[in-house]
């Protein structure tokens, strides 16, 4: 069960625009150990206000539950959204990035120190507690999705649920889809969403998985841009996989924008 407590303090919650409360956090982890659930937290960094002193805490009292995985995200100001509207404002001011870089290193140190392995761009786990949807999610595989705003991946066609609630409803009780997206890509597309997405992974990408899931050659695709990341120390390349450093990690969404690139789309996630 993921808990998304985005953050254990109420001025964080506050400046996130959050309907919980930090009190209410021990009783949904109460909840969750009654039902015999294993607990995971959703952590948000890079929030307006929030310093490196802050984050620690967060990260401190996380762990004091004992979760057996957590997620780390920083904060994107999506458009349209009221955080949004109050940065353009001029309302909020938001967190640098050389401050959230190192929020985020902080974040990889103190959980990896805590017995958390980082087995993902944003996600630790303990040992063989790794969430399998996320493992499905980062290689690019199919995957079910059911519910208000769940999205699925089934057959090659990507489709997503509509998020309103009510008209979620009508749709299921007359027998109707509740799909309101959808999308089906051909193999070179997917060939290059699957490049984004697996090299998030630590594993990387599997030159030989990726040809047996794909039918295209990864160096076909990006050799040439694989070398040149590798030279600057972004990606590590042992012939069987490709990875990202420790260093690529930090800036991983402008690895995969320049990879993309040779497909003419545009990376990220």
Same mark, same amino acid.
């Given at each position: 069960m ?24 021990? +009783? ?61 404002? =001029? ?40 969430c ?5 999610y980062?290689?690019n ?5 059911? =519910?208000?705003g ?11 649920n509509?998020?309103d609630t009510?008209?979620?409803i ?9 799909t ?5 890509l ?20 599997g030159?030989?998985?990726f040809?047996?899931?794909? =039918? ?6 990006? &050799?040439?841009?694989?070398r ?6 972004l ?13 690529? +990690? ?11 690139? &040779?497909?003419g789309?545009? &990376?990220? =996630?």
């Amino acid at each position: 069960m993921s808990v998304g407590v985005q953050s254990f303090r109420p001025e964080t919650l506050a400046a996130l625009d959050r309907r919980h409360t930090a009190e209410q956090i021990p +009783r949904a982890v109460e909840a969750v150990r009654r039902h015999g659930l294993e607990l995971s937290f959703d952590l948000i960094f890079g929030a307006p206000g929030s310093t490196l002193e802050s984050w620690a805490a967060d990260l401190d009292a996380a762990l004091g539950y004992e979760p057996d995985h957590l997620s780390t995200y920083g904060l994107t100001y999506e458009t349209g959204t009221p955080l949004w509207k109050d940065r353009r404002a =001029g309302r909020v001011r938001p967190v640098g990035e050389d401050a959230e870089l190192v929020m985020y290193e902080h974040a990889i140190a103190r959980l990896t120190a805590a017995g958390f392995e980082h087995y993902e761009v944003s996600n630790f786990a303990r040992p063989g507690k790794r969430c399998r949807h996320n493992e499905r999610y980062w290689a690019n595989e199919a995957y079910w999705g059911f =519910g208000v705003g769940a999205a699925r991946y089934v057959g090659g066609v990507r489709e997503l649920n509509t998020r309103d609630t009510q008209l979620y409803i009508r749709k299921v009780l007359a027998g109707g889809s509740p799909t309101f997206q959808g999308e089906c890509l051909g193999p070179r597309d997917r060939a290059f969403e699957t490049i984004g997405t697996q090299l998030r992974r630590a594993e990387g990408i599997g030159r030989a998985r990726f040809l047996e899931q794909t =039918g295209l050659s990864l160096d076909d695709l990006v &050799g040439d841009r694989v070398r040149n990341l590798v030279a600057a120390g972004l990606l590590a390349d042992d012939g069987a996989a490709v990875r990202l450093t420790r260093r690529g +990690r930090c800036v991983a969404d402008g690895i995969i924008e320049e990879l993309m690139r &040779g497909n003419g789309r545009p &990376g990220g =996630g």
